[in-house]
């Protein structure tokens, strides 16, 4: 059983590597951002084939098991990135405004 995981979470995590640089070569995804998402990726693939390796991690941090770990790190990794995806709508309302108020005084001065 543990073969079929492994072998959809690889298929998975290919499919979003080649996604990534896909998104790369057509100019979507800065260069940091694709090497930050390929490594994040290759973790995936790598927990995939050796999950015992969370436990060893597991065991030098203190932690029971290796996939209170991996949940940990999982949803630090969520919440940090609703972070930034946060500060990031946040400034875009703000050059929308800016821009909606500098067109509408424009077209009140005409």
């Known amino acids: 059983m ?3 995981f492994q072998i959809i979470f690889s298929l ?5 590597l080649g996604l990534v640089w896909r998104r790369r ?3 979507l995804l800065s260069k940091h951002s694709a090497l930050w998402w390929s490594i994040i990726w290759l ?3 790598a927990l995939a084939w050796y999950p015992n390796s969370t436990q060893v ?10 996939v209170d770990l ?3 790190c999982a949803l630090a990794f969520l919440f940090f990135t609703i972070f930034r995806l946060t500060i990031k709508i946040e400034s875009l309302q703000r050059d929308i405004t800016k821009v909606v108020r500098r ?6 001065n005409i």
């Open 43 to 45: 973790a995936v693939l």
């Open 57 to 66: 991690l597991a065991d030098i941090l203190g932690i029971g098991r290796g």
């Open 70 to 72: 991996v949940t940990y």
């Open 12 to 16: 998975f995590a290919i499919a979003a």
């Open 2 to 4: 543990q073969i079929i």
């Open 25 to 27: 070569a057509d100019g």
């Open 103 to 108: 067109d509408a005084l424009e077209k009140n």
